[in-house]
T-cell receptor, first 113, second 112 residues
């Protein structure tokens, strides 16, 4: 299995809702990442997990809460989002050592209404 | 983090070679040069990476200048499926997660 699987593919949520995005990989990668991508912009790094521990939080608002329950799973919990948080949320994984390429999922298209 | 500079857009005729340039004048000795591409409605896809020597794989070739301040991604025969945004990114070649910070990229249009 050489894929990163993200679910759901599309999500519409209200500003008072709580939802979660899920990311899964079975390549044995011990580093996992969340990126946010607005239309016609490059992906922006949000969070980095290395060996299931949060190693980088790129000043992301607390309404985004990441979780890494095990080495194969990465979640992004969403609460009280704003319409400007509507974007494509991408998950990626990589081996944690060396300089290997990332494998990206196809993303979750989030719309906040 | 060291920054990269790429042209906003380029065009190529189908079945011709494409040379996508990238400047990274502030690169440090431990930075690896990565290239990713993003097709419409998809996540980024790894293309190639290197440190000092030129690299080849089934997708492309990476030519790195001797002073490492620039590099060129070479697609040997462009196809319509190569139309994408190509990102040149530097990442630290250390143990631990290798964080990739994307620049604005080059949008490649392939003309039939």
């Amino acid at each position: 299995d050489t894929e990163v699987t993200q679910t759901p593919k599309h999500l519409v949520m209200g500003m008072t809702n709580k939802k979660s995005l899920k990311c899964e990989q079975h390549m044995g990668h011990r580093a996992m990442y969340w990126y946010k991508q607005k239309a016609k912009k490059p992906p922006e790094l949000m969070f980095v997990y290395s060996y299931e521990k949060l190693s980088i939080n790129e000043s992301v608002p607390s309404r985004f809460s990441p979780e890494c329950p095990n080495s194969s799973l990465l979640n992004l919990h969403l609460h009280a989002l704003q319409p400007e948080d509507s974007a494509l949320y991408l998950c990626a994984s990589s081996p944690p050592t060396g300089t290997y390429g990332y494998t990206f999922g196809s993303g979750t298209r989030l719309t906040v209404v | 983090d060291a920054k990269t500079t790429q042209p906003n857009s380029m065009e190529s005729n189908e079945e011709e070679p494409v040379h996508l340039p990238c400047n990274h004048s502030t690169i440090s000795g431990t930075d690896y040069i990565h290239w990713y591409r993003q097709l419409p409605s998809q996540g980024p896809e790894y293309v190639i990476h290197g440190l000092t020597s030129n690299v080849n794989n089934r997708m492309a070739s990476l030519a790195i200048a001797e002073d490492r301040k620039s590099s060129t991604l070479i697609l040997h025969r462009a196809t319509l499926r190569d139309a994408a945004v190509y990102y040149c990114i530097l990442s630290l070649g250390q143990t631990g997660a290798n964080n990739l910070f994307f620049g604005t990229g080059t949008r490649l249009t392939v003309i039939p």
